[in-house]
């Protein structure tokens, strides 16, 4: 062999080692136990398996990691049964077991995986990439994975549920503490009974539901739909097994869903900047989300100050004296018993997490409306929904026995509770209507001709109120004496508002609860009665933890009020742009706000059913409640001026006053144009003032000047100087995200412009960001006092609008 042939081969030779150590790496075999600090290294070394200590190097597992977070252990082998020292030994068994050894102990079997009782040769086992560890025989046949015995985590990849063949079950239980991985006081378990659903327990004893799987993500955690951009779900439903997974849409992000020894469930991504998992749920969420707080028939809980349990409607405190010292858990019973087939009716509870579903039927093949008539028919029903909520609603669950653990949730769903008639009765309003009626039929006698024709209407009209009570209720509707009476007969003192389309006044209802009150402007007013209650019912039902509450309606004459549940820390114009509040908005404080704010505007232009364009976003259009969580307001209201439905394409000319100046689009303010793309535009703006803590104004173009700073690459400079001290680095690694997302929003280009739906991954860094184009900085001056009279030629659906654009 000549020299340079010499050299090649062992090049070649060392290339083969190197190769075959990195490929040993993530492999155990039967020859090659491991022990002390040596690991088990996946591919890309996303995961690694190895000893690990626990109480000062008193306790040590077996157990797998993040290599980027060795402190998230994803699974622990002998959990219930530590080593004293590092002396374990992982190996695999002559037959094929994965077993771990204690070597100070004459090699005694601390923990086994029990895969096979039979001698396999050529056994191996490899910690793949998904952090999965899979024992396999030498033909590949799988023996045994890690992802079938979940410990406290589930990762990417992994199932939650039931194999119904052998009955195996996929859940969590909790560490005991911080120190001690053995089998803590909650477990997480899906119920496969009735419509699956994930259950929390603790000590024996139920505490939280999720609700049922609706098709799109558990009844109880509508938050679900806010990271479905980060996250696939998939649930299977068959005769092998009910499972639930969770997929990272993007291959290398890390993320883990573990219940803690709190018995908190928490989703948590790695947030590769700042080095840490960031929270993006837990649950229970709050104090509502205990099981069977409010007991059956109960619920209904809603969280303002304080919790509060409520019965259905038609069912009454089993144990008033109970309820008085505030102990629900007795619940409520009917308070007047089922007539049973043709004298009871249903009652639609609306935006709620569905009850307990254990001991319902389900049938997924059936229609909605076949559901309510198999339930009307059988007296046993007590109530029924949808089992999957796409489509408007298919699917049927029935329930034969007590509700239990309803609540309120954002984005809730229908609920239909059987009652006998006469509880379906309606409120006073009802009552007048069917006065009126009965006067018309009345009048019907004398004159015969004409009654008759009016009866037919009347008929008509009161077959529509039965219909829409029983088949899909409405927003309520307030009487104005109690409105008048709870905002002191509107008295200036409790003005806490003024805008475009209204004077708003604080209010307190006579059960104490505080609301604003919003008077509509009679000179904008063009819609028609039923129009108008249309919309009002259209916005009731849009419910987002990020949207204000509307609670609902009073007509009065000419007098047009909506109710909203009151947001105690009123709005954020009056903290950002205040030289001495400002300072106590923190920068999580405004990241959170602006994180709200987008999802709540995905929220408004995605909800497939209504959605819709704000065209009004702006600080003092953003309120804050008591915990600080930002709530978009005014949404829809420029819809409640317009003379025509949503559903009908007129071409009326129609007067709007919309828009605020700073806050406008240049397309829109110049030519009228109308999408979505304006409410981005506006978003953009707020969220450079948030950041700032500056106006956008005539005497001051932020735009500009924030374009400026990001140009000579001085965005920080840009950051309100009064949280800028308290930033940590990856604070202020996140405001300059900020600027570039706000300055991206404010492109002049609509079609250059981000849709809401990819801000929120750019604002956590899910997403690379591409440069922003120059701004266009000089706003033309159309009108004065931002206030714009806009003829609308066409109204569509979602699309593209133009309308025409006068000077007032
Ligand atoms: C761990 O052990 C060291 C040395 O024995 C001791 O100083 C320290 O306090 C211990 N820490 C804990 C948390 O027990
Ligand atoms: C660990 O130490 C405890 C107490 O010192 C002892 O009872 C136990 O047998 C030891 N376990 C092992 C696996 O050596
Ligand atoms: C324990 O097992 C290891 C690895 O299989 C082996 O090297 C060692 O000799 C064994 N020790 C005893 C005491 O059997
Ligand atoms: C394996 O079997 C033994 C003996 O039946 C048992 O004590 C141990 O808990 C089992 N290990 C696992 C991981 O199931
Ligand atoms: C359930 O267990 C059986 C028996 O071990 C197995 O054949 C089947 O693949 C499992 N099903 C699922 C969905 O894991
Ligand atoms: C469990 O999670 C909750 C919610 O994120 C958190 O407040 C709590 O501190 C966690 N508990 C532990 C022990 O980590
Ligand atoms: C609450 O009421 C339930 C039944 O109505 C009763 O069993 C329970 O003891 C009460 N709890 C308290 C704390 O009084
Ligand atoms: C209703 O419930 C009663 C008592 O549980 C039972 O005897 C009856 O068969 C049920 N009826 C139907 C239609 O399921």
């Known amino acids: 062999m000549s020299q340079s042939h010499r050299r090649l081969f062992h090049a070649l030779l060392s290339v083969l080692l190197l190769a075959a150590s990195a490929v040993a790496d993530n492999t155990l075999t039967q020859s090659r136990p491991i022990g002390g600090d040596q690991k088990l290294v996946s591919l890309g070394d996303v995961f690694q398996l190895g000893l690990f200590s626990t109480a000062n190097n008193t306790k040590w597992f077996l157990g797998i990691w993040f290599t980027v977070s060795p402190a998230a252990v994803v699974w622990v082998a002998n959990r219930d049964r530590p080593l004293n020292t590092s002396s374990g030994v992982v190996a695999l068994s002559d037959r094929g077991n994965l077993v771990l050894l204690d070597a100070a102990s004459n090699n005694e079997t601390i923990w086994s995986s029990n895969s096979s009782s039979l001698a396999i040769p050529g056994a191996v086992a490899q910690l793949h990439d998904d952090g999965n560890l899979v024992l396999a025989d030498a033909a590949g046949a799988v023996l045994w994975q890690s992802f079938e015995h979940p410990t406290n985590t589930f990762i ?75 996250f696939e779900f998939q649930f299977t439903n068959n005769a092998d097994e009910v499972s639930y997974v969770y997929h990272n849409r993007d291959g290398s992000a890390l993320s883990r869903v573990v219940l803690n020894e709190s018995g908190v469930m928490q989703r948590m991504v790695w947030d590769r900047t700042a080095l840490t998992w960031n929270n993006f749920w837990s649950g229970p969420r709050d104090q509502c989300d205990t099981y069977g707080l409010c007991g059956a028939f109960g619920g209904v809980c809603d969280m303002g100050d304080a919790v509060v349990c409520g019965c259905i409607r038609g069912f009454m405190p089993g144990s008033p004296a109970e309820w008085r010292m505030r102990n629900a858990s007795g619940g409520c019973a009917r308070s007047t018993p089922l007539q049973c087939a043709g004298g009871d009716g249903f009652y639609v509870l609306r935006g709620v997490k569905l009850p307990e ?46 509700l239990m653990d309803t609540r309120y949730v954002d984005d809730g769903q229908d609920l239909f509770v059987r009652l006998a008639k006469s509880d379906l009765e309606p409120t006073k309003t009802k009552k007048f209507v069917a006065v009126i009626t009965a006067v018309i039929l009345g009048f019907a006698l004398l004159l015969l001709l004409l009654g008759f024709m009016i009866w037919r ?45 209204g004077i708003v006044y604080k209010g307190k209802m006579p059960d104490g609860q505080e609301v604003a009150v919003k008077k509509l402007s009679a000179e904008n007013r063009v819609q028609g009665l039923k129009e108008f209650k249309n919309e009002v019912d259209l916005i009731a039902k849009l419910q987002h933890r990020n949207l204000v509450r509307l609670l609902g309606c009073c007509i009065q004459g000419s007098e047009r009020i909506l109710v909203y549940e009151y947001m105690s820390n009123r709005s954020l114009d009056a903290f ?18 602006i994180l709200g704010v987008a999802r709540g505007l ?8 209504h959605t819709m364009i704000h065209r009004d976003l702006k600080a003092a259009n953003v309120l804050l409640d008591g915990e600080m969580v930002a709530k978009i307001s005014d949404f829809g209201i420029a819809k409640l001026f317009s003379s025509t439905g949503d559903d009908r394409v007129d071409s009326t000319v129609t007067d709007r006053i919309v828009g605020t100046y700073g806050y406008m689009s240049p397309e829109y303010a110049m030519d009228g144009m109308v999408s979505f793309m ?93 440069r922003p184009l120059r701004p266009v900085v000089c706003l033309p001056v159309t009108a004065p006092a931002g206030l714009l009279h806009v003829l609308e030629v066409t109204s569509g659906r979602g699309g593209l609008t133009i309308t025409g654009l006068e000077g007032r």
């Not at 899906?190 to 799987?213: A, C, F, I, N, V």
């Not at 059936?366 to 559901?371: D, F, G, S």
């Open 156 to 230: 990417s990849g992994m199932r939650s549920g039931r194999n119904l063949t052998t009955g195996a079950l996929w859940s969590l239980s909790s560490w005991r503490s911080a120190d001690d991985p053995s089998a803590g006081d909650y477990r997480y378990v899906m119920d496969t009974q009735g419509s699956p659903e994930h259950e929390l327990w603790s000590k024996g004893r139920k505490t939280y539901r999720t609700g049922p799987w609706n098709g799109v993500r558990f009844s109880g955690v509508p938050e679900m739909t806010s990271f479905e951009d980060m």
């Open 357 to 402: 579903t254990h001991g319902s039927t389900v049938d997924g093949g059936a229609t909605l409306a076949e559901c309510g008539r198999r339930c009307l028919s059988n007296c046993n029903c007590t109530a029924y929904a949808a089992s999957d909520i796409r489509g408007g609603g298919t699917g049927c669950i029935q329930w034969f026995g007590d």
């Open 457 to 501: 209407k009347a008929r008509h009209s009161k077959e529509v109120t039965m219909f829409d009570e029983i088949m899909r209720g409405e927003c309520p509707t307030y009487d104005f004496g109690i409105i008048r009476a709870a905002t002191g007969g509107f008295c200036p003192k409790n003005v806490v508002g003024r805008g475009g389309f």
């Open 576 to 593: 950002i742009f205040d030289s001495r509040r400002r300072a106590s908005l923190s920068w999580k404080t405004r990241m959170d706000v």
């Open 602 to 609: 995905v929220y408004l232009h995605q909800d497939s059913r």
């Open 678 to 770: 304006q409410d981005v535009y506006s978003f953009g703006v707020l969220q450079l003032e948030i950041v700032s803590g500056r106006r956008n104004q005539r005497s001051f173009n932020l735009i500009a000047h924030a374009w400026k700073l990001f140009e000579e690459n001085k965005s920080l400079e840009l950051l309100d100087s009064t949280v800028r001290d308290g930033c940590s680095p990856a604070e202020l690694e996140q405001a300059v995200t900020c600027i570039q997302v706000g300055l991206l929003c404010v492109q002049e280009s609509p079609s250059r412009r981000p849709q809401m739906a990819a801000v929120i991954p750019m604002l956590s860094h899910q997403q690379t960001l591409v």
